[in-house]
């Protein structure tokens, strides 16, 4: 039987475990104050300790943390877009084009 989605599990891997590593910090054009990098795992053994929710249930745990993050997405572009119109107003206002306003 194919489980699918349903045998996703979730696991909190402490950064001090064996063979876990941080890759190179990812040089962003924006939200610098949130670092990127890739996770690297060598043969990391996690405990099944470590097992957050259900067995099974990892790929719920991440859509429902997915769906936290996208109100703060949406803010940002909001932000970002109020402050594109704000620019462009104002660049309209005083762009001069053949010598005329």
């Known amino acids: 039987k194919q489980l699918k989605h349903k045998g996703i599990s979730a696991f909190i891997v402490p950064m001090d475990i ?5 890759g190179a910090k990812e040089d962003k054009l924006g939200i610098r104050a949130s670092s990127t990098s890739n996770l690297i795992m060598d043969n990391v053994r996690v405990p099944k300790e470590n097992l957050l929710g259900e067995q099974g249930q990892g790929f719920k745990i991440a859509m429902q943390t997915l769906d936290g993050g996208r109100i703060g997405v949406a803010g940002q572009a909001l932000g970002i877009a ?3 119109i704000d620019c462009a107003a104002k660049y309209a206002l005083e762009r001069q084009a053949f010598g005329k306003p």
């Open 82 to 84: 109020s402050a594109a």
């Open 18 to 22: 064996e063979g876990f590593s941080l």
